[in-house]
């Protein structure tokens, strides 16, 4: 069974889902990533580790164009999409969120219904014809966010009422209703229990089998088990990408070594 | 503390728990003063308060009553031919019918007979001739009506002019007095609430006075008022805090619209006095243009009162519905606007309330009027509560001076009202999550 996954995984890690060269983020003064390079590989898990402030977060948010949304954020350099720049004036950020689902670092459900939460996206992007549909997608995307059965007598509760990582899987399974083919975490984990932990990354194992996922951690062990590739970032910089097993095992740079034995950080 | 000193090896370092402990008394001393403070000004603002409402309870509450007469009125088919009206002689009829009430008067003296029928307010006549004029067939008959008396004896009935005042100081004579007294002894005296306080429009004589034109003109003029300002004013903070980009021009807009909000009231009356009625040929002293005034000094409250409220919508729900492909117009529409509505309804109330209470601007374009009859348009003459108040206070009747009052106590209840609904209204809607 794991066997059979590996030899699908390596089948797929051939084409490239995005591309970035030379991106540079600046917050007003603050050079916040330097010119960063890096593909992702489609149908994969890809891991951002480094050490806090490091800029995983914005240049997670470059990638579906969230930090339009910040006044003082200046993006430059080029991320293409399926070969599509996604920063060029004919792509509508709309569109390309819908595209590339997120998953926030605060839980932030909506103080709507569990439901509406849920239903918020496939609604305006008309995913559903049916009110039939809809349940099913509500449904199946709850299941998947390993929520359902703790929702699934209260869904016409507010989405606020949850627990901290009850909210944060109903986010999950929020981003995922819209059946984005990238879905970018940041740190989807940092407040659920060891149970709901396991949980989400079983769904992550599942989901890069038809998504892309680009995921935050702080958790080496959560890298290490998710992710197939694995990116360092520190002080903006992207210092080592490679396949994760090479990154823990046998790290290129100093500084990447010292942050992943718990030297720096 | 002392340890410090006191120590035997010399001076050592306080613990962090003992300064702590040491702090802690100051700051639990500052707050005690804090408190108290707190404290003594809620209880001078309450005092005050009391002393206000007491005060206008005190003067006004005489006039929520209205001292009428009962009387049983012939309508004699001599003077009140059918065929005359509604011309007649109404007021001889009432007269005749005090004369045979008060027996030993002689009404043939026309001096007597006029300060006999003066015990009557102006309005019995005619209220008399409605009767008749809508119902004709009571020509010849008797018919008993119950009507206000004149000022002079309500004021006399409710003990605000007082009999021990020598008779030359006092403005009801010893014998009016004994009229009054023999009607009184008959029961024909009474003194009901005084509806007509609510149903009458202005009038030059104060038992006839009332608020209705005063408050169906603020009715049309927070109407006009509303239907303008909050559009334009939810309109005007969801485009600036939402969509304008931030740049010296919306500053400066920005810094404008908070001066527009201290700009004194009466300047936007002289504004709208120049620009409504000198351009626009508005009428004068229409509800219409008092609400467009109140409008231009309500919108700058309700589109900060809106930026506020949409300004404390957590980011996180904005992001997220963002992060799912929601449009901006989406977001605002959709999350953002639903959060800040218990914040822009509780601005707009309060926004009208103040409006409601707003004098000088529609001093200036001349809702202060005398006017009879309530308007049935905003585009009438009328009055509205507080320029009644106004006008009242200056009348040199005796009975304006509780019915001034009354006045004040009913734009209080209507304060109290909008602010009631303003809480309830929050409430509400935050009680959703
Ligand atoms: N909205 C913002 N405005 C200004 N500066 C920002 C903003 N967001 C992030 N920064 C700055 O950009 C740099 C990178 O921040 P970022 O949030 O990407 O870090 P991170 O790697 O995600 O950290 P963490 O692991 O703590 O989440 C930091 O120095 C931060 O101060
Ligand atoms: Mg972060």
New interface residues.
Partial sequence: MNDMRKIERDANMTDTKITARGVNVYYGDTHAIKDVNIEITDKTVTAFIGPSGCGKSTFLRCL?R?ND?I?ICRVTGEIRIDDQDINHKSVDP?????QV??V?Q?P?????SIYDNIA??PR??GLAKSKVELDEIVEKSLRRGAIWDEVKDRLDE?G??LSGGQQQRL?IA??IA?EPEVLLMDEPCSALDPIATAQVEELIDELHRDYSVVIVTHSMQQAARVSQKTAFFHLGNLVEFNDTSEIFTNPTDTRTESYITGRIG | MTDITNAPAGPRKATSTELVAASLKRRRRKQMRLQWIGLGAISIAFLMLFILVASLVSTGWQAFTQTHLTLEVYVDPEEIPEERLPRGGFDDALAASLGQMLPGVDMSDRATARAVEGILSNGAQFELRDRVVSDPSLIGQSVTMTVPVSDPYDQLNKGLIERATPEVNRRVKDNEIAWFDTLAENGAISKPFNFGLFANADSRFPELAGLKGALVGSFWALLTCFVISFPLGIGAAIYLEEFAPKNKLSDFIEVNINNLAAVPSVVFGLLALAVFIGWFGLPRSAPFVGGLTLALMTMPTIIIATRAALKAVPPSIREAALGLGASKQQVVFQHVLPLAMPGILTGTIIGLAQALGETAPLLLIGMNAFITSAASSPFDSSTALPTQIFIWADSPERGFVSRTSAAILVLLGFLVMMNAVAIYLRQKFERKW
């Fill in positions: 579906n969230m949304t006044d709309v569109q390309l969120r819908a689902g997120m926030f605060k932030n459900p909506f103080p709507k918020y996206g305006i992007h507010p606020t009422g986010c929020r981003a819209t």
